[in-house]
T-cell receptor, first 115, second 109 residues
Framework: GAGVSQSPSNKVTEKGKDVELRCDPISGHTALYWYRQSLGQGLEFLIYFQGNSAPDKSGLPSDRFSAERTGGSVSTLTIQRTQQEDSAVYLC?????????????FGPGTRLLVL | KQEVTQIPAALSVPEGENLVLNCSFTDSAIYNLQWFRQDPGKGLTSLLLIQSSQREQTSGRLNASLDKSSGRSTLYIAASQPGDSATYLCAVRNNDMRFGAGTRLTVKP
C-alpha cells in the first residue's frame, strides 16, 4: 500500500511570499502530524489532527503558520509571509489513531528554501 | 520542557562492528520512545517502539533498551553493514513527540 506522500518535494520561494505544503496520509489513518526539521536540529512538532477533533496547534511557531485537514484526509500547511528562518524540511506523518502507542509513519518531506 | 539529546552526533565504523547509539531525555514521564532511521531524501522509517512499561525491543540486528527512571535509551546495532548508514533519531512521546538531533552513522565497507 502507498505510504505518506508530500508535495512538492522541494520549494524555493522569496521572502514575504506565501507557500502551501501538501500531505496525503496513509488511507484510513485518522491522525496526521506536521513536523519541521531545521538544519542540524531535531524535529520540531508543529500541529496534529485527530479525526474531526480540534487540532493541537501548540507547536506552531507563529501566527504565520496554519494548517487545514479537509475531509479527514489531505492536509495543507500554509506559511504566510515567509521568512528566511522558515527554511527547513517539513515532514508529515500519519498514524492509525492518535493514541500514544501508535507508530507514526512519515512522508519524504518538503524541503523549503526561503531566499 | 522535554529535551532529547543524542550522542554521538556522528559515528563512523568499519563493516561488521557492533555499535551503540545513545539517547537521553530530561522528563521521565513518557508514554513511549521510538527509534527512527532517516535516509537522505526520504522520510523517517520507524525501527522500534518501546512502551514506557517495557525495557527493550528487538528487531533483527537491532535492539533498543529503555531505562525510563534514568532518562536513557540505547540502540544497539549488531554486525553493522554499509546499508545501515543513515541518521538515527530517537523520539519520546509525552503529550507530543520530541526528537533528538540524530546520530549520523556511516558504516564503511
Amino acid at each position: 500500500g502507498a505510504g505518506v506522500s508530500q508535495s512538492p518535494s522541494n520549494k524555493v520561494t522569496e521572502k514575504g511570499k506565501d507557500v502551501e505544503l501538501r500531505c496525503d496520509p496513509i488511507s484510513g489513518h485518522t491522525a496526521l502530524y506536521w513536523y519541521r526539521q531545521s538544519l542540524g536540529q531535531g524535529l520540531e512538532f508543529l500541529i496534529y489532527f485527530q479525526g474531526n477533533s480540534a487540532p493541537d496547534k501548540s507547536g506552531l511557531p507563529s501566527d504565520r503558520f496554519s494548517a487545514e485537514r479537509t475531509g479527514g484526509s489531505v492536509s495543507t500547511l500554509t506559511i504566510q509571509r515567509t521568512q528566511q528562518e522558515d527554511s527547513a524540511v517539513y515532514l508529515c506523518a500519519s498514524s492509525r489513531v492518535a493514541g500514544v502507542a501508535e507508530t507514526q509513519y512519515f512522508g519524504p518531506g518538503t524541503r523549503l528554501l526561503v531566499l | 520542557k522535554q529535551e532529547v539529546t543524542q550522542i554521538p552526533a556522528a559515528l563512523s565504523v568499519p563493516e561488521g562492528e557492533n555499535l551503540v547509539l545513545n539517547c537521553s531525555f530530561t522528563d521521565s514521564a513518557i508514554y513511549n520512545l521510538q527509534w527512527f532511521r532517516q535516509d537522505p531524501g526520504k522520510g523517517l522509517t520507524s525501527l522500534l517502539l518501546i512502551q514506557s512499561s517495557q525495557r527493550e525491543q528487538t528487531s533483527g540486528r537491532l535492539n533498543a533498551s529503555l531505562d525510563k527512571s534514568s532518562g536513557r535509551s540505547t540502540l544497539y546495532i549488531a554486525a553493522s553493514q554499509p546499508g545501515d548508514s543513515a541518521t538515527y533519531l530517537c523520539a519520546v512521546r509525552n503529550n507530543d513527540m520530541r526528537f533528538g538531533a540524530g546520530t549520523r552513522l556511516t558504516v564503511k565497507p
